[in-house]
């Protein structure tokens, strides 16, 4: 009777120790299904990585094409009635105060050009030029603004310092040009100073000359022209 006790013992034993062994086994089991799991969801995430990454590029062109599309904002319609073209190119050639030369080429990147004629001995001229000198700020890209300064003559420097003076004193930094023989045959016909006429991309002077004319009357024609 006891060795059968004895045997059940032994029996039951044996079965925990299988079963010992068989839950020893069990974790390590779990471990690495969980490792392999962990593994899986990193690639999974650097696979979403890489793709969020890939499709920013096209939001970087889009930035690019906003920026250059706000640049073109500074281009104003210029609209020139076609009876105020004069037929009458102006062909010349005469220097700046710094006397880099120049020709009827000034104006062909422009669809407007504002010239401003004035003198250094002209109160109103003088008084005026801190408002061109605004107003060339607030010009949109594709108009311009050069001036005639009628009593500095190409080859003379007679009234170049004082004309530079009144520029500088006004914060004026548009070109401004000498009277040469070509420039003489486009400014005698004005009879005073501040003058003003307005010429196109082709050379052509744009409505009649504004002999006489004050910022404002200039101002006002120069925006009839812009929309």
Same mark, same amino acid.
């Given at each position: 009777?006891?060795?059968?006790?004895?045997?059940?013992?032994?029996?039951?034993?044996?079965?925990?120790?299988?079963?010992?062994?068989?839950?020893?086994?069990?974790?390590?089991?779990?471990?690495?299904?969980? +490792?392999?799991?962990?593994?899986?969801?990193?690639?999974?995430?650097?696979?979403?990585?890489?793709?969020?990454?890939?499709?920013?590029?096209?939001?970087?062109?889009?930035?690019?094409?906003?920026?250059?599309?706000?640049?073109?904002?500074?281009?104003?319609?210029? +609209?020139?009635?076609?009876?105020e073209?004069?037929?009458?190119?102006?062909?010349?050639?005469?220097?700046?105060?710094?006397?880099?030369?120049?020709?009827?080429?000034?104006?062909?990147?422009?669809?407007?050009?504002?010239?401003?004629?004035?003198?250094?001995?002209?109160?109103?001229?003088?008084?005026?030029?801190?408002?061109?000198?605004a107003?060339?700020?607030?010009?949109?890209?594709?108009?311009?603004?050069?001036?005639?300064?009628?009593?500095?003559?190409?080859?003379?420097?007679?009234?170049?310092?004082?004309?530079?003076d009144?520029?500088?004193?006004?914060?004026?930094?548009?070109?401004?040009?000498?009277?040469?023989?070509?420039?003489?045959?486009?400014?005698?016909?004005?009879?005073y100073?501040?003058? +003003?006429?307005?010429?196109?991309?082709?050379?052509?002077?744009?409505?009649?000359?504004?002999?006489?004319a004050?910022?404002?009357?200039?101002?006002?024609?120069?925006? +009839?022209?812009?929309?």
């Amino acid at each position: 009777m006891l060795k059968k006790i004895g045997k059940g013992i032994l029996i039951t034993l044996a079965v925990l120790g299988v079963l010992f062994i068989i839950l020893m086994l069990l974790p390590e089991d779990e471990e690495s299904d969980s +490792s392999e799991t962990v593994i899986a969801e990193e690639e999974s995430a650097y696979t979403e990585e890489t793709t969020v990454t890939a499709e920013a590029v096209p939001e970087t062109e889009e930035i690019e094409t906003q920026t250059e599309e706000k640049l073109d904002e500074n281009v104003a319609t210029v +609209s020139i009635p076609q009876s105020e073209i004069s037929d009458r190119s102006l062909r010349f050639t005469t220097v700046t105060l710094d006397d880099k030369t120049v020709t009827e080429d000034i104006f062909k990147d422009y669809d407007l050009t504002l010239v401003h004629v004035w003198g250094t001995f002209c109160s109103p001229c003088i008084a005026e030029m801190g408002d061109y000198a605004a107003l060339e700020k607030e010009l949109p890209s594709n108009v311009n603004i050069i001036g005639i300064v009628n009593d500095v003559y190409d080859g003379l420097d007679y009234n170049v310092f004082a004309a530079q003076d009144i520029l500088k004193n006004a914060g004026a930094t548009f070109t401004n040009l000498k009277v040469s023989d070509d420039i003489y045959s486009v400014t005698s016909s004005l009879q005073y100073v501040p003058s +003003s006429f307005f010429v196109d991309k082709e050379g052509h002077i744009v409505g009649s000359m504004m002999d006489g004319a004050h910022f404002s009357d200039t101002k006002e024609r120069l925006y +009839s022209y812009i929309k």
